[in-house]
């Protein structure tokens, strides 16, 4: 089972870029949101960002 992705076997990795969260959640959510937006929401305390260091 890789582990960078879901649990319920969805096509959504478990770890997005802020750009990929965004074209994401204007895809499927038919909003028009930019890179700034996630980066605000998560200054205000309304989402949760992680950071994954990538040991390439």
Known sequence: MNSIYHSNHSAIPYWVTITEATKTINQQQGMNITDSDIWRYALYGHLT????FSLR
């Open 49 to 52: 960002l992680s950071v994954y």
